[in-house]
Every structure is written in C-alpha cells, then in structure tokens.
C-alpha cells in the first residue's frame, strides 16, 4: 500500500465565490465548460511546510491538464478569474517556533483561461492564460535580521507584458547608527534605500517558475536616494 507524506499541506478559505455567465447547456451537449468570469473574494490560503523524516512520496502526475480532465470534458474556457484581496501566509513548520512569512492586499487576475487538447502547445500562453496580473499594494515588513523596515505602495506583474513594477519602494534601519552597530557588536555598513519607482522588462516568467532563475531585459530605476 502507498503511503503518501506531502511536505505541503494547504488551507484555503474564501468569504465569496460568483460565477457569471454559465452556459450549462454547452456542457451537457457538448462538455464544452464556459464561464464568463469567476469572482473569488478575500480567499484566505495558508500554506504548511514541514519536512517529515520519511521522504515525500505524493506522486507527480505527469498527464497535461487536458488529459487529467478529458474523461469529463472536452475543453474549458473562462474569460476573466479574480482573485480578490488575498490574505497569503506561508508556515514552516520544521523550527520549534514556526517561522511565518506573508502578504496581504493581494490582487490577481487571470484572463482568458483555455484548455483543450492543443492549448498546452500554444507559446503565446503561460500555463493555459493569456495573462496573470498581480498587483500588491501597501505592505510592510522586517528585513530577515530585523534590522530593517522594508515597504512599497504598489507591486505589479504581468506574464502577458513581461514587467514587474514596484513603486514607493522603502528600506529604512529601524535603528540610528550606534545603537545599530551595537546590535552586530562591530562597526558595520547602515544603508537607507528610496526608490520612487523600478522595473524590470522582458522578464521570462517561464524560466522564473520552472528553473528558478530570474532574467530580465532591462532594469529601469527612477527617483532613487541611497545614504
């Protein structure tokens, strides 16, 4: 018998699902599932990790979308899905006391979503969408050795345009020069980092997702003070 220990468990919760313009006639005669758009609101996702003694056995699946789904439906097209206002933590639950990293006032939209049998073959598509918009707004954090205050007003990204855009970005030491060397005990660098606004262009988001490696054309910086 196989036993399955994944290292990731998820939570997901959300406070209202709408679907909008449903053709049910169009799956009954033809399995052809249509939606004009999905609104999911303030989805609340909680992602666990904890790294068990035994190896991670949940097998990979390794069928393309469509094949997973042709036994119930020759294709699936939706127009728009929002995800609204998600409240995003990640839980890792191997330290004695669980390290938790998150962000909130995230938004994402993903546009004209299909899946049929040739769509896996389609360059011009990420992943079955024409394009993933993410935009994060106003969030604030501590750097990992909390030393630093890290904000930005908005974080934008978009796989169709290939950008990533940050503005308002802010590093700020939370503490003034000697009480900051006291913290390391030796004399070391504090640095204070405002920008107004930076871009990276022709970003690979394929490259980003399944290699891990991030390349961009150009990086465009504006209304930047370093002290």
């Given at each position: 018998k196989d036993r399955i220990n994944p290292s990731h468990l998820y939570e997901i919760r959300?406070?209202?699902?709408?679907?909008?313009?449903?053709?049910p006639l169009k799956v009954y005669l033809k399995r052809d599932l249509v939606v004009n758009s999905i609104l999911i609101e303030k989805p609340s996702v909680r992602v666990y990790y904890d790294?068990?003694?035994?190896?991670?056995?949940?097998?990979?699946?390794?069928?393309?979308?469509?094949?997973?789904?042709?036994k119930y439906l020759c294709s699936i097209k939706v127009g728009t899905v929002l995800f609204k206002e998600i409240d995003f933590k990640y839980i890792d639950q191997r330290l004695r006391k669980p390290?938790?990293?998150?962000?909130?006032?995230?938004s994402i939209t993903i546009k004209d979503i299909l899946i049929d049998s040739l769509s896996h073959t389609d360059t011009s598509r990420f992943y079955?969408?024409?394009?993933?918009l993410v935009e994060v707004f106003d969030n604030r954090f501590e750097s990992p050795n909390k030393m630093y205050s890290?904000?930005?007003?908005?974080?934008?990204?978009?796989?169709?345009?290939?950008?990533?855009?940050v503005t308002g970005l802010r590093v700020l030491p939370k503490f003034s020069e000697i009480?900051?060397?006291?913290?390391?005990?030796?004399r070391t660098a504090r640095y204070l980092v405002e920008l107004g606004e930076a871009s990276l262009m022709?970003?690979?988001?394929?490259?980003?997702?399944?290699?891990?490696?991030?390349?961009?054309?150009?990086?465009?910086?504006?209304?930047?003070q370093l002290d």
């Amino acid at each position: 018998k196989d036993r399955i220990n994944p290292s990731h468990l998820y939570e997901i919760r959300v406070d209202a699902l709408k679907l909008r313009q449903v053709h049910p006639l169009k799956v009954y005669l033809k399995r052809d599932l249509v939606v004009n758009s999905i609104l999911i609101e303030k989805p609340s996702v909680r992602v666990y990790y904890d790294r068990t003694i035994e190896k991670d056995s949940s097998k990979v699946d390794t069928r393309t979308t469509w094949q997973r789904l042709s036994k119930y439906l020759c294709s699936i097209k939706v127009g728009t899905v929002l995800f609204k206002e998600i409240d995003f933590k990640y839980i890792d639950q191997r330290l004695r006391k669980p390290e938790i990293n998150g962000i909130k006032n995230l938004s994402i939209t993903i546009k004209d979503i299909l899946i049929d049998s040739l769509s896996h073959t389609d360059t011009s598509r990420f992943y079955h969408t024409r394009d993933i918009l993410v935009e994060v707004f106003d969030n604030r954090f501590e750097s990992p050795n909390k030393m630093y205050s890290i904000g930005f007003d908005k974080l934008e990204m978009s796989t169709l345009n290939k950008y990533a855009r940050v503005t308002g970005l802010r590093v700020l030491p939370k503490f003034s020069e000697i009480p900051f060397s006291l913290k390391f005990g030796y004399r070391t660098a504090r640095y204070l980092v405002e920008l107004g606004e930076a871009s990276l262009m022709g970003i690979n988001y394929k490259m980003l997702v399944e290699k891990r490696q991030l390349y961009a054309s150009s990086l465009n910086i504006s209304k930047a003070q370093l002290d």
